[in-house]
């Protein structure tokens, strides 16, 4: 869809709908009373039969008889100012967007009041390009429901010069930031026979070339020769060649923080031979959302270019059973030199990390972020409303619980005390890839936690929020592209 900030009057614009946004409690603010006198008093006459209270979400459409240019207006309840949020003002964008596309027109327009902030313009656009996610590549026919229903223009209307400059900022931000996300669920919708580690160290390059940041691949012979030996035991049951992505921004000026981003790229996870039932296995092609939202984000890093110095690193893999897979009990060795017990070959995930971890150290990071589908247990924690986060640094974990907050991306802490090493030790090697049992996210980040070391970390399990999200008018139940909206506030606010 595209967006465009014009200079105008609602009653004058050629579109196939204009959007009236309405706070419960201010039925007769400016823009209402003019919409309403413009309708010769259609909007009063809903208002006064309680058909419409500017309850949060609600909608009504109107029919304006050749009143004012455009044959519709449609009214979007933003609920009470006292509570309104970004949020908020997301959700009724995600859901004017849908209700719009549903109705099966091309073009909306918005008047939009100059008290506006920033953040609900950035969040509105954020929200209407999101609530019309689809994933469609491998239809070879539209079906009939969705067929020819493509809104295709959302113009902002102001008043003045200078109130449409004052958009522009964070209408290219919101459009950066959706395009990311959307790049992000892309990828881990796609099935994995589409997307193996290799096409998906291309995807990183191809975003490295069209944003100018630094892309560096290591391919397997490159990982044996520095010693990437538990990603290349993950990948060995695999004839799919494991990658090692290394994204990087440099800003103006040398004297900049480094900040590092680490996803985990299992492009499948079957398990291993500690292999998983059969039932929802399919969902496991989703199992690179940590990769996907680093990428997608280093996308709008890319373009953006805020002043930090940014790594994105990804661990890409399979995890297959074969005669040629790693077996429960064998013992590999990290990149950083420690010894790993594999008990369960289904753990795999902080396997690669503990690679990527190892690696992370010699940027001398003020930062470091890691995201990943560890674990099943947070979902029962959590459920799919928040990210799990553990880490080792108090004002790192405040950093992020502030970027989380503010793009409505949930985050909740759990405890990652020294009490829980007991968990992950290993009778024969230095550590061993499962707990006890109990607290398994605890466990993953308890494991994780022997190969942060030097540097502030904290680790999102993103498990439950990946997919399978529910209630967002702007997050489908697939993928929802869950930590790049979070990982690009929190490096443009570090
Ligand atoms: N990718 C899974 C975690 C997962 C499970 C993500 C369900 C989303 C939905 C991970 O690799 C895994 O298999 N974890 C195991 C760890 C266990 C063997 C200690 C798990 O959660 O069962
Ligand atoms: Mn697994
Ligand atoms: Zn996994």
């Not at 969705?146 to 223009?153: F, G, R, Y």
């Not at 590092?260 to 031979?273: A, N, W």
């Not at 690696?359 to 099943?376: I, M, R």
């Not at 409303?385 to 949930?410: C, F, P, W, Y």
């Amino acid at each position: 869809m595209n967006i465009a900030v014009e200079i105008g009057d609602f009653r004058q614009i050629q579109t196939d709908a204009v959007i009236i946004p309405i706070l419960e409690e201010d039925l007769h603010n400016d823009l209402l009373l003019a919409a309403d006198s413009a309708l010769e008093g259609r909007i009063q006459s809903l208002l006064n039969l309680g058909d419409f209270k500017g309850k949060h979400k609600s909608t009504a459409v109107l029919y304006t008889n050749g009143t004012i240019n455009a044959p519709r207006v449609i009214l979007i309840g933003l609920g009470k100012f006292s509570e309104l949020d970004t949020e908020k003002v997301r959700q009724a964008a995600g859901q004017t967007a849908k209700y719009a596309r549903d109705l099966g027109i091309t073009s909306i327009a918005v008047p939009i009041p100059p008290e506006a902030q920033d953040e609900w313009i950035q969040g509105a656009v954020e929200a209407s390009l999101l609530s019309l996610y689809e994933f469609k590549q491998h239809q070879t026919v539209d079906d009939d429901d969705n067929e020819n229903k493509k809104l295709e223009s959302l113009t902002l209307l102001v008043s003045s010069d200078s109130e449409k400059t004052t958009l522009e900022r964070p209408v290219n931000r919101g459009q950066t930031i959706a395009n990311g996300t959307t790049l992000a669920r892309d990828l881990s919708n796609q099935p994995s026979n589409h997307l193996t580690p290799t096409q998906l160290a291309q995807k990183a390059e191809e975003v490295a070339t069209s944003t100018g940041l630094k892309c560096t691949v290591f391919d397997k012979a490159t990982l044996e020769e520095k010693g990437f030996r538990t990603l290349l035991a993950v990948s060995q049951g695999s004839a799919e060649e494991p990658r090692f992505i290394i994204l990087e921004h440099t800003p103006e000026g040398d004297d900049k923080e480094t900040v590092v981003l680490v996803g985990k790229g299992i492009t499948f996870d079957t398990g291993g031979i500690s292999l998983k039932s059969g039932s929802g296995m399919h969902e496991m092609k989703h199992d690179m959302s940590g990769a996907a939202a680093v990428l997608g984000a280093m996308q709008v890093i890319g373009i953006l270019k805020p002043n930090l110095h940014v790594f994105g690193l990804i661990a890409a893999s399979e995890n297959m059973p074969s005669s040629t897979a790693i077996k429960p009990g064998d013992v590999v060795t990290s990149y950083g030199g420690k010894t790993i017990e594999i008990l369960n070959t289904d753990a795999e995930g902080r396997l690669i990390l503990a690679d990527a971890l190892g690696w992370t150290a010699q940027y001398e990071p003020k930062g470091v972020v890691d995201l990943a589908t560890l674990t099943g247990a947070v979902i029962s924690a959590l459920g799919h409303i928040a990210a799990g986060a553990l880490g080792t640094d108090d004002a790192l974990m405040e950093k992020v619980k502030k970027a989380g907050d503010k793009t409505h991306e949930r985050v909740w802490e759990l405890p990652l005390w020294d009490d829980y090493d007991e968990g992950v030790k290993s009778t024969i090697a230095d550590v061993r890839n499962i707990g006890d049992g109990t607290s398994g996210t605890i466990a993953g980040a308890a494991f994780l936690k022997k190969f942060a070391e030097g540097y502030p970390w904290v680790h999102l399990d993103i498990a439950g929020t990946a997919w399978g999200m529910k209630g967002s008018t702007y997050i489908p139940d697939s993928a929802s592209g869950y930590g790049v909206r979070l990982l690009v506030q929190l490096v443009e606010d570090w």
